[in-house]
């Protein structure tokens, strides 16, 4: 069966932010935002703004009845900046006017008048004037100084690696309504009570009068962890000034402009092994380019921090972290929430190291992969370790040494065009770093009819979560999937939401709403005992008949229900689920943090046209491991949607600013991302068998973020590429591998 929304979004019945109904004397609220990175704010005047037709009222931060703090992990960011701007984009003051074009017309009234200061957007540059989030963080084991002596190989280089847009088809945007003394905000956000508590706050208010509804998002990647919040607080504030509805939805340039991205790293690193290729040291330093405020930057570091070895074991490792406060918006979540960039950078390491050892790198790969059993150098043990079983079955599903060949014939024939070849092992931690995040709940109602209500604190954003939860409890009562509707996440029904985030919305909220329908289950076994006159364990409910002792009676799911009604047996749950077994501890930097991993392995092949720099991805073939997949259509599209994602990445999203700050990428024409005809000719997917993961609901396995990275075999496989051309050295670490890169890179050797 299809997963709900499929025919809605297809008929385009589907409703975004910006497609429900307004309400009667809706507002529409435009956002001033500053035009200099870094800059004393010496005037503000909207009083022309004021008057100009149609405003209603202008905002600015002397308009915020409570505090000017929207800060998440870090307190350090104003919802409307008061003394200072620190980047392009920040928004400085708001204009409320009875329609949009009335809005803008007054936004061109504003007079702002700025000192500017000097602008930083290199976190090289930032870390020398000491410009640091948080000091260092440093994850280490191992005795690495002793360790260089015993390495018979070592390379070091540096690496840059680029940012990226998140580009969700729904940009930023909400809808708030004030009714008596509160507010409902409806937002496109990933994290429903990171709108509710920053909108409070802003008021001056108790959160039990901010209410946030999401009925789901078209896209989020990340952008909507929390950079959906100051939208959200920013319309909350607007009508609650001017006591009317208020509705803000950013324009795709604006939201270009204003909103953080993927965090560019530059990266020093060091990697030694012995003459057989056995990794023995790597010491890594990521200068994070975190943007003007801390935003979840540091949780992103330490992310990185967590996939420094990816799936290899290495004995002594150190990893710096360096979050550099630089004058760009602040960069935030993306899909991997630095994952990528830790193991962009060991794979980058591991390449390096190959062409040193006269080796090809999956050699390396392969003789250095993490088994059952070893300690990662945070502390957690490798369990259930299925990064061997997805390589041994990748190499017997699609053969390294014959695609190997295949590819030297192909060089060998022509001139003009060379192959590459990549492999990509990913070991991914499921489970937020911040332990405390790991809690879900949900709110199931059955009505008489014997229909199911399902709220919970996942977020729909096309990623399937509420057809995989939906499938969870219909198995757990064991009824029609239509009969289960999944409510939109609203912060009355489920409080306190984690964001949808980090891969786990389907395992915490699905498992919440597994023991939400248990309990109402068990109350329904102990009813119908009482009917038939037997003991509660002699109950089976299987495709909507009641069963006494195996055997299927008149009973129906419908009857039974309405019994329980009429007898007064509350048909209603509302359960708490944890991840059990995790913590972290951030002053040793030792642990437990992730409740499992998620294990695959990608091939990738590309071919490069030598004369234009142009490429192709030919084939990307994965082996992963999704445990029992609760819906296998869903972890397909996931897993493709991924992989084109990371291909982007490292292929052709190149966000550019110049020295001003200011984003010269800052459309889609400038900023490409891949279509239809990037995309790989050849994907294929299998699942590795694998039945087993407590964690997940039904055994199934988080698949949001994991597949992303698969993306970065296709960086090392141009690069492969291009040394089949000849260009042996000297080709830049930098990503991404851009057509324009792959052509100077090329030129540098004149090798056509
Ligand atoms: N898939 C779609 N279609 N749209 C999205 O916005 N976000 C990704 C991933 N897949 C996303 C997506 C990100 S960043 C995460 S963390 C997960 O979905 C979140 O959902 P999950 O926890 O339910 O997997
Ligand atoms: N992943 C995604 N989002 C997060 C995390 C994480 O590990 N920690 C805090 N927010
Ligand atoms: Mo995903 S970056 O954890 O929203």
């Known amino acids: 069966m299809k997963p709900a929304d499929v025919l809605k979004h297809v008929k385009g019945e589907s409703l975004f932010t910006d497609d429900f109904p307004e309400p009667q004397g809706t507002l529409y609220a435009y956002i001033f935002d500053s035009p200099k990175a870094h800059a004393k704010i010496k005037r503000l005047d909207v009083s022309k703004a004021e008057k100009s037709k149609g405003v209603v009222s202008v905002l600015t931060a002397k308009d915020i009845t409570g505090e000017n703090q929207i800060g998440n992990i870090v307190q350090d960011e104003t919802l409307l900046a008061e003394n200072e701007v620190s980047y392009i984009g920040e928004p400085v003051a708001v204009v409320v006017a009875e329609s949009l074009k009335d809005a803008k017309r007054a936004k061109k009234l504003i007079e702002l008048e700025l000192e500017e200061l000097p602008v930083i957007t290199d976190p090289r540059q930032a870390y020398e004037k000491g410009e640091l989030i948080v000091p260092p963080i440093i994850f280490s084991s191992g005795d690495l100084d002793a360790a260089w002596n015993r390495c018979d190989v070592i390379v070091e280089d540096k690496i840059e690696i680029g940012g990226q847009e998140h580009l969700y088809l729904e940009t930023q945007g909400a809808l708030a309504i004030p009714n008596e003394d509160k507010i409902k905000i409806i937002s496109s956000t990933q994290s429903p009570t990171a709108v509710q508590r920053a909108a409070a706050k802003i008021l001056g208010w108790g959160m039990h009068r901010v209410e946030v509804d999401v009925l789901r998002l078209g896209g989020g990647f990340g952008g909507k962890e929390d950079q959906a919040t100051p939208f959200g607080a920013i319309a909350a504030l607007a009508a609650a000034v001017t006591n009317r509805p208020v509705k803000l939805v950013l324009s795709r340039p604006d939201d270009m402009r204003m909103t953080g991205k993927r965090h560019p790293y530059s990266i020093d690193f060091r990697l030694g092994a012995d003459k057989s290729g056995k990794l023995i040291a790597y010491e890594v330093t990521y200068y994070q380019n975190s943007g003007a405020v801390a935003d979840l930057s540091t949780a992103v570091l330490e992310r990185s921090l967590f996939h420094t070895t990816n799936s290899y074991r290495i004995p002594n490792v150190k990893a710096t972290g360096l979050a550099c406060r630089t004058n760009l918006p602040p960069n935030t979540?993306?899909?991997?929430?630095?994952?990528?960039?830790?193991?962009?950078?060991?794979?980058?390491?591991?390449?390096?190291?190959?062409?040193?050892?006269?080796?090809?790198?999956?050699?390396?790969?392969?003789?250095?992969?993490?088994?059952?059993?070893?300690?990662?150098?945070?502390?957690?043990?490798?369990?259930?370790?299925?990064?061997?079983?997805?390589?041994?079955?990748?190499?017997?599903?699609?053969?390294?040494?014959?695609?190997?060949?295949?590819?030297?014939?192909?060089?060998?024939?022509?001139?003009?065009?060379?192959?590459?070849?990549?492999?990509?092992?990913?070991?991914?931690?499921?489970?937020?770093?911040?332990?405390?995040?790991?809690?879900?709940?949900?709110?199931?109602?059955?009505?008489?009819?014997?229909?199911?209500?399902?709220?919970?604190?996942?977020?729909?954003?096309?990623?399937?979560?509420?057809?995989?939860?939906?499938?969870?409890?219909?198995?757990?009562?064991?009824?029609?999937?239509?009969?289960?509707?999944?409510?939109?996440?609203?912060?009355?029904?489920?409080?306190?939401?984690?964001?949808?985030?980090?891969?786990?919305?389907?395992?915490?909220?699905?498992?919440?709403?597994?023991?939400?329908?248990?309990?109402?289950?068990?109350?329904?076994?102990?009813?119908?005992?009482?009917?038939?006159?037997?003991?509660?364990?002699?109950?089976?409910?299987?495709?909507?008949?009641?069963?006494?002792?195996?055997?299927?009676?008149?009973?129906?799911?419908?009857?039974?229900?309405?019994?329980?009604?009429?007898?007064?047996?509350?048909?209603?749950?509302?359960?708490?689920?944890?991840?059990?077994?995790?913590?972290?501890?951030?002053?040793?930097?030792?642990?437990?943090?992730?409740?499992?991993?998620?294990?695959?392995?990608?091939?990738?092949?590309?071919?490069?046209?030598?004369?234009?720099?142009?490429?192709?991805?030919?084939?990307?073939?994965?082996?992963?491991?999704?445990?029992?997949?609760?819906?296998?259509?869903?972890?397909?599209?996931?897993?493709?949607?991924?992989?084109?994602?990371?291909?982007?990445?490292?292929?052709?999203?190149?966000?550019?600013?110049?020295?001003?700050?200011?984003?010269l990428s800052n459309s889609l024409s400038t900023y490409k991302i891949p279509d239809i005809f990037s995309a790989p000719a050849d994907v294929e997917i299998r699942f590795l068998e694998n039945p087993h993961n407590p964690n997940g609901p039904f055994n199934s396995k988080a698949i949001g973020e994991p597949p992303f990275m698969y993306g970065i075999g296709t960086y090392f496989a141009l690069r492969n590429g291009l040394k089949a051309f000849g260009v042996s050295d000297n080709i830049p670490l930098s990503s991404p591998m851009t057509p324009e890169k792959v052509l100077l890179a090329l030129h540098s050797k004149q090798v056509v």
């Open 333 to 663: 979540a993306f899909r991997g929430f630095g994952g990528p960039q830790g193991m962009f950078a060991i794979e980058a390491a591991l390449n390096k190291l190959a062409e040193k050892l006269n080796l090809p790198a999956w050699e390396l790969q392969k003789r250095n992969l993490i088994r059952e059993g070893d300690i990662f150098y945070y502390g957690q043990k490798v369990k259930d370790n299925q990064i061997e079983r997805c390589w041994s079955e990748a190499e017997e599903s699609y053969s390294i040494k014959e695609t190997i060949e295949k590819i030297n014939l192909f060089n060998n024939s022509q001139n003009r065009y060379r192959k590459g070849f990549a492999v990509m092992p990913i070991t991914f931690g499921i489970s937020f770093t911040s332990s405390f995040l790991n809690q879900a709940s949900a709110l199931i109602h059955i009505y008489t009819d014997g229909s199911v209500g399902v709220s919970t604190a996942a977020i729909e954003m096309g990623q399937g979560v509420n057809e995989k939860i939906r499938i969870a409890v219909a198995r757990v009562f064991s009824v029609n999937l239509d009969r289960i509707k999944i409510e939109s996440t609203n912060t009355t029904r489920v409080s306190n939401t984690s964001p949808t985030a980090a891969s786990t919305g389907a395992d915490l909220n699905g498992n919440a709403a597994i023991i939400a329908s248990k309990n109402i289950l068990e109350r329904l076994h102990k009813k119908a005992a009482e009917i038939f006159n037997v003991s509660p364990e002699d109950i089976e409910i299987i495709e909507e008949a009641v069963y006494v002792r195996g055997k299927k009676t008149e009973m129906k799911w419908e009857e039974l229900i309405w019994r329980s009604y009429f007898e007064r047996v509350s048909l209603s749950s509302h359960a708490f689920y944890a991840t059990p077994d995790i913590y972290f501890d951030r002053e040793k930097n030792q642990g437990q943090p992730f409740a499992y991993h998620v294990f695959g392995v990608a091939f990738t092949e590309v071919t490069i046209d030598g004369l234009l720099g142009t490429y192709t991805v030919d084939s990307v073939k994965v082996v992963h491991d999704f445990g029992e997949s609760l819906n296998p259509q869903i972890d397909l599209g996931q897993t493709e949607g991924a992989i084109m994602q990371g291909i982007g990445w490292v292929t052709m999203e190149e966000l550019v600013q110049n020295k001003d700050g200011r984003l």
